[in-house]
């Protein structure tokens, strides 16, 4: 092997060591077929063995059949280096797995278990809350947050930032007057308990499940611990109104013989994998979903439901019988198109390419919501499907909604939220929930 002076710093390449040997099943220090693509597979991948062949040929600099750490160190340093030019494409796409499996970080915790953050979502978090909360004039200290550094396990410390998305799901939970904010001079470690202690339990009265999460987690900026918070609560500002309630027409989604409070009793993850078959039905589609993450990923649902949702905005993305594993730029260039299809209705996603194309289910969560909430497309066919039957469909959508509210108070909505974190089964069709009580002490 050429000798090359490696440009890693000593952090990032005993970082990359590990990576390694992460991958390194069988512990033989070199990288096999089978091993290669096991790291695409970590970064997200989805890669043939014939193309990991090609793209083993072109970094295996002994010609021994396999990628030892000198290849391995070599490949990533001149994809991370400035003004490369001089590799090759299959190079730079292995270059590329590497330095994405690489920011799935692992943290051991004093009690030994092994917790992941995945990079692409603290990025994608610390985006979206700076949407959402940038104008608060409180915040002017802590927004925006740099989402290229970990920026936000920092600006979430004092539990103002948790504080404020709280509200953004329920108005008024958490009194701000409460609040200990500063606009010179910094907290003390009491005010910033305070904080944390109103916003979690806040976060845990509006329905967020954040089990074995303590005020001094997020004082600590524990990674994983605040990416879990953080998505709870954007979670639920994207979910929390897709519901009969806010929507009386997704009664459209009811299949044959179901009762409108059959979507009383899904869940919004549920209620949103019904929604886009409805539109990928009603656009003649054979293409059924069955998730919000790798069925999403080639594009096609996207490109098929924003078409549906807005023809004139949203052309129809070109597809072939391609198998698009072969072709990740391909897959990346239709995410892409996707992104400024979603743009171009008004919205503000907060994912990339990358992470459609690695089927994220947060992230791809989230966009379909965001779609959904901006534009449902169900208003329209409601009221087509009235006039076809003669139905005053505004005086029967105000009706329904007034119904599903009923006397539901503000105590009532919280306490139902409440139950709804607790993750309880539902039993039979009568949608009771059996509480099991504890086991009376010995």
Same mark, same amino acid.
């Given at each position: 092997m050429?000798?090359h002076?490696?440009?890693?710093?000593?952090?990032e390449?005993? +970082?990359?060591?590990?990576?390694?040997t992460s991958v390194?099943?069988?512990?033989?220090g070199k990288?096999?077929?089978?091993?290669?693509?096991?790291?695409?597979c970590k970064?997200g @991948?989805e890669?043939?063995?014939g193309?990991?062949? @090609?793209?083993?040929?072109?970094i295996?600099?002994?010609?021994?059949?396999?990628v030892?750490?000198?290849?391995?160190l070599q490949?990533?340093?001149?994809q991370?280096? %400035?003004?490369?030019?001089?590799?090759?494409a299959?190079?730079?796409?292995?270059?590329?797995?590497a330095?994405?499996a *690489?920011?799935?970080?692992?943290q051991?915790?004093?009690?030994?278990?092994?917790?992941?953050?995945?990079e692409?979502?603290?990025?994608?978090?610390a985006?979206?809350?700076?949407?959402?909360?940038?104008?608060d004039p409180?915040?002017?200290?802590?927004?925006?947050?740099?989402?290229? %550094?970990?920026?936000?396990?920092?600006?979430?410390?004092?539990g103002?930032?948790?504080?404020?998305l709280?509200?953004l799901?329920?108005?008024? %939970?958490?009194?701000?007057?409460?609040?200990?904010?500063?606009?010179?001079?910094a907290?003390? +470690?009491?005010?910033i308990? @305070?904080?944390?202690n109103?916003?979690?339990?806040?976060a845990?009265?509006?329905?967020?499940?954040?089990?074995?999460?303590?005020?001094?987690?997020?004082?600590?900026g524990?990674?994983?611990?605040?990416?879990?918070?953080a998505?709870q609560?954007?979670?639920k500002t994207?979910?929390?109104?897709? *519901?009969?309630? *806010?929507?009386?027409e997704?009664?459209?989604?009811?299949e044959?013989?179901?009762?409108r409070?059959?979507?009383?009793r899904?869940?919004?993850e549920t209620?949103?994998l019904r929604?886009?078959?409805?539109?990928?039905?009603?656009?003649?589609?054979?293409?059924?979903i069955t998730?919000?993450?790798?069925?999403?990923?080639d594009?096609?649902?996207?490109s098929?439901?924003l078409?549906?949702?807005?023809h004139?905005?949203?052309?129809?993305?070109?597809?072939s019988?391609?198998?698009p594993?072969q072709s990740?730029?391909?897959?990346?260039?239709r995410?892409?198109?996707v992104?400024h299809n979603?743009k +171009?209705?008004?919205? +503000?996603?907060?994912v990339?390419?990358?992470?459609?194309v690695?089927?994220n289910?947060k992230?791809?969560l989230g966009?379909?919501?965001q779609?959904?909430?901006?534009?449902?497309?169900l208003?329209?066919l409601?009221?087509?499907?009235?006039?076809e039957g003669?139905?005053?469909t505004?005086?029967?959508?105000?009706?329904?909604a007034?119904e599903?509210?009923?006397?539901?108070?503000?105590?009532?909505?919280t306490?139902?939220m409440?139950?709804?974190?607790?993750?309880?089964q539902?039993?039979g069709?009568?949608?009771?929930t059996?509480?099991?009580?504890?086991?009376p002490?010995?």
């Amino acid at each position: 092997m050429a000798d090359h002076k490696l440009a890693l710093s000593p952090e990032e390449k005993s +970082q990359y060591k590990k990576l390694f040997t992460s991958v390194d099943g069988d512990g033989n220090g070199k990288l096999d077929l089978k091993e290669v693509q096991d790291l695409f597979c970590k970064a997200g @991948e989805e890669i043939s063995y014939g193309r990991v062949g @090609e793209i083993m040929k072109t970094i295996d600099t002994n010609n021994d059949g396999f990628v030892d750490i000198e290849d391995f160190l070599q490949c990533v340093e001149l994809q991370k280096a %400035t003004g490369v030019r001089t590799m090759s494409a299959a190079a730079r796409s292995f270059g590329l797995a590497a330095q994405k499996a *690489s920011h799935i970080v692992r943290q051991e915790s004093t009690m030994g278990a092994v917790h992941s953050t995945s990079e692409e979502e603290r990025e994608a978090f610390a985006g979206h809350i700076n949407l959402l909360l940038g104008a608060d004039p409180n915040l002017t200290k802590r927004l925006p947050m740099d989402t290229a %550094t970990d920026a936000l396990f920092e600006c979430c410390k004092d539990g103002v930032i948790f504080a404020k998305l709280v509200n953004l799901i329920e108005p008024e %939970t958490v009194d701000e007057r409460a609040l200990n904010i500063k606009e010179t001079g910094a907290l003390s +470690q009491f005010q910033i308990l @305070e904080n944390n202690n109103l916003a979690i339990n806040a976060a845990k009265s509006v329905g967020c499940s954040l089990v074995n999460i303590g005020a001094r987690d997020i004082m600590a900026g524990t990674p994983h611990l605040v990416l879990g918070v953080a998505w709870q609560l954007i979670r639920k500002t994207l979910l929390h109104k897709i *519901s009969l309630r *806010s929507h009386p027409e997704l009664d459209l989604l009811l299949e044959e013989g179901e009762a409108r409070e059959i979507l009383n009793r899904l869940p919004p993850e549920t209620i949103l994998l019904r929604w886009v078959n409805f539109h990928l039905g009603r656009a003649g589609s054979f293409r059924r979903i069955t998730n919000l993450g790798r069925d999403l990923r080639d594009s096609e649902v996207y490109s098929c439901l924003l078409h549906e949702l807005d023809h004139i905005r949203c052309p129809l993305l070109p597809f072939s019988d391609e198998d698009p594993a072969q072709s990740p730029e391909l897959l990346l260039q239709r995410a892409a198109q996707v992104l400024h299809n979603v743009k +171009q209705m008004g919205l +503000q996603p907060f994912v990339k390419p990358k992470d459609i194309v690695s089927g994220n289910g947060k992230l791809n969560l989230g966009m379909v919501a965001q779609i959904f909430n901006a534009n449902p497309g169900l208003t329209r066919l409601k009221a087509a499907k009235g006039q076809e039957g003669g139905e005053d469909t505004g005086a029967a959508a105000a009706a329904a909604a007034l119904e599903e509210a009923g006397s539901d108070t503000r105590e009532e909505r919280t306490f139902r939220m409440w139950i709804n974190s607790l993750n309880l089964q539902v039993q039979g069709q009568t949608g009771a929930t059996l509480l099991t009580p504890p086991p009376p002490p010995p």
